[in-house]
């Protein structure tokens, strides 16, 4: 079963058999509203915590994406490029956007989990 960790910025990082995907949660795609284009980064691209890693455009707004822990991208969601309304659909599942390698696990510790980050939406 999956598990998820989560930023006050409202980043997922979910582990599913020890892979790791990133994406944006359930709440933060309903407050960006109809999501019409993902800027991705490329595969191998290395990010430090809270450096902007994706852009996610709506009919809303343009939302900077935040990698939440020190990661290298190891896989994009192609699907997201034709279909970036896969996040707004099932952003927790079908609509993750980059599959990551975590530099150091540890760091999942500083993350809420799901009863901690719904705390700070209310």
């Known amino acids: 079963m999956a598990t998820f960790r989560y930023a006050k910025t ?56 935040y990698a939440p822990v020190a990661l290298k991208v190891s896989v994009i969601n192609e699907k997201l490029e034709d279909q970036p309304e896969l996040v707004n659909e099932d952003s927790q599942g079908q609509g993750w956007m980059l599959q990551i390698e975590l530099k150091d696990p540890a760091e999942l510790s500083n993350m809420l989990d799901q009863e901690g980050y719904t705390a700070t939406l209310s």
């Open 10 to 65: 409202h980043e997922y990082v979910k582990e599913d058999a020890g892979t790791y995907f990133l994406g944006i949660s359930e709440h933060a795609q309903k407050e960006l509203g109809d999501i019409t284009f993902i800027e991705l980064p490329s595969v191998g691209a290395e990010f430090a915590a809270g450096e902007v890693c994706c852009t996610v455009e709506s009919v809303k707004a343009v939302a900077e994406v």
